[in-house]
Nanobody, 124 residues
Framework: QVQLVESGGGLVQAGDSLRLACSAS????????MGWFRQAPGKKREFVAT????????DYADAVKGRFTISRDNTKNTMYLQMNSLKPEDTAVYYC?????????????????WGQGTQVTVSS
């Protein structure tokens, strides 16, 4: 059984930093692409960042580029999202996603496996 579990969310003030982690079990995603998506209250889930499985290429949404950094540790089968200079607009449930494909995508339909999400709340 494949499981993705997010952790590291919490309540912070604007300008603070958080580091989210996504721990995968039941499958090795070392060669597969992984990504982060988020869903704010009353809005649809949106793309945040992705990391390809072989080239290591990254992709970021304009709203987070320069502030967020996606990375992974394949020895731990874990992906991370470092979030700096957080803004109230970043408040959302953050989800990690994974696929067996080496290619990443901004479309959530591309990913076969999902975590349950972790809440990030940024106060002004």
């Amino acid at each position: 059984q494949v499981q993705l579990v997010e952790s590291g969310g919490g309540l912070v003030q604007a300008g603070d930093s958080l580091r989210l982690a996504c721990s995968a079990s039941g499958r090795d995603f070392a060669s597969g692409a992984m990504g982060w998506f988020r869903q704010a209250p009353g809005k649809k889930r949106e793309f945040v960042a992705t990391n390809s499985g072989t080239s290591g290429a990254t992709d970021y949404a304009d709203a987070v580029k320069g502030r967020f950094t996606i990375s992974r540790d394949n020895t731990k089968n874990t992906m991370y999202l470092q979030m700096n200079s957080l803004k109230p607009e970043d408040t959302a449930v953050y989800y990690c996603a994974a696929t067996d494909s080496e290619y990443d995508s901004r479309f959530e339909e591309w990913y076969e496996f999902w975590g349950q999400g972790t809440q990030v709340t940024v106060s002004s």
